[in-house]
């Protein structure tokens, strides 16, 4: 069996605070491995794709409008369990209610209703990862 893969992403809000490199460190502290790493801007059409389940859900617009405001760091890591296990590294969607010591909890700021500016995507499941990944990494 290949080594599971997921899809991070380091939103515009992280990228514009310098926080990909912490991001970086932490995926690596953890032992996973850097499969491959790209700035890149999105466009509504990768954003529409990536986020279809979310479509129609009243964050959605603010959402694709945030995601849009500047570049992003898509990262495919690799290991063992990473799909679950940056996700725990990430914490909790709302910044505000993230534990200390995930991404989201030490990182994250009291944004109030933008719980949007959350840092950081990773993967929920191995079928969204592939998803993911061969959007944001058609060449992988
Ligand atoms: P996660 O990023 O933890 O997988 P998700 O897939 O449910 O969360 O939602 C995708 C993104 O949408 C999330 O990172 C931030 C935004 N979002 C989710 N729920 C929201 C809400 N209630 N209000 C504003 N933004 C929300
Ligand atoms: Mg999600």
Redesign the pocket.
Known sequence: EPPERTLVLVKPDGVRRGLSGEVLRRIEAKGYSLVAVELKQATTELLAAHYAE?EGKP?YAP?VEFMLSGPTLAVVAEGQGVIPGFRSLAGA?DPTEAAPGTIRGDLGRDWGLK??Q?LV?GS?SPESAAREIGLWFPHL
Do not use: A, I
């Open positions: 979310h964050f959402l969607t719980v949007q959350n995507h929920d």
